[in-house]
């Protein structure tokens, strides 16, 4: 069976529209350690591929890896392993907001703000690059925003969906979805998500806003071994 392009999505934006992005050692690739802790693994790796990875993490650090379906060799410690599912467009109502926001890198530390209090992902200091950024405001205060993270070829990822929790019920993350699925629909892609498994409340926003399952997934931590094999 031939293999899906969102079945190893970060792999495949950083060999296609992040290749700009990507730190690599031999097969495998990374996003900046500033920008996303995403790594894209080949899809059925190998002893030499495993060695790449232990020299682009380094001795002791962690590689969080999606969609993993082998294990690692001996000596790699699990850390952390959790499913999730991906969701991708089915007839969402894309559409764009007027008071909508798009985010720059002046904004950044408010964003870092927000996330730290909603925890929606992974966000660091220069993930913005990864994509456009909307953001909705009140009184001048970023209370919620959304934009975009992985970009297979062809598809766009939704992320760092989340809205301040003294603004919650307003409709806000919907209106950010919509809008950043209307900026991912006139390039002439898809929209797609990623979510825990765990995280039904988001889940089902989602799929009433037009996205549907497409596959669950796990997401995986390994620490290298310290030191490193020779």
Not at 120 to 149: C, H, K, N, Q, S
Not at 216 to 222: I, Y
Request: glycine share 10%.
């Amino acid at each position: 069976m031939t293999a899906h392009v969102l079945d190893n999505p970060a792999r495949a934006a950083l060999l296609g529209p992040h290749a700009h992005l990507a730190v690599r050692h031999g097969n495998v690739l990374r996003y900046p350690t500033d920008v996303s802790p995403f790594i894209g693994m080949p899809t059925d790796p190998g002893p030499a591929d495993w060695a790449d990875l232990a020299e682009l993490v380094g001795p002791g650090g962690v590689a969080p890896i999606s969609g993993a379906t082998v294990e690692p060799p001996p000596g790699w410690e699990l850390v952390s392993d959790g499913s999730g599912v991906q969701l991708v467009d089915a007839g969402v109502a894309a559409e764009p907001d007027a008071e909508a926001l798009v985010l720059g890198p002046a904004d950044v530390p408010e964003m870092l703000d927000l996330v730290a209090r909603t925890k929606p992902g992974p966000f660091l200091p220069r993930t913005i690059v990864m994509g456009t950024y909307l953001g909705l405001r009140r009184d001048g205060e970023l209370v919620a925003m959304a934009g975009e993270r992985l970009h297979p070829p062809g598809w766009t990822e939704i992320s760092a969906v989340c809205t301040d929790a003294r603004f919650r019920g307003q409709g806000l993350a919907t209106r950010l979805v919509h809008a950043v699925a209307h900026g991912i629909r006139e390039r002439g892609e898809t929209p797609l998500l990623h979510a825990a498994a765990t995280n039904t409340n988001a889940i089902r926003l989602y799929e009433s806003l037009g996205f549907v399952l497409r596959r669950r997934t796990r997401f995986v931590g390994l620490r290298v071994p310290q030191p490193l094999a020779s």
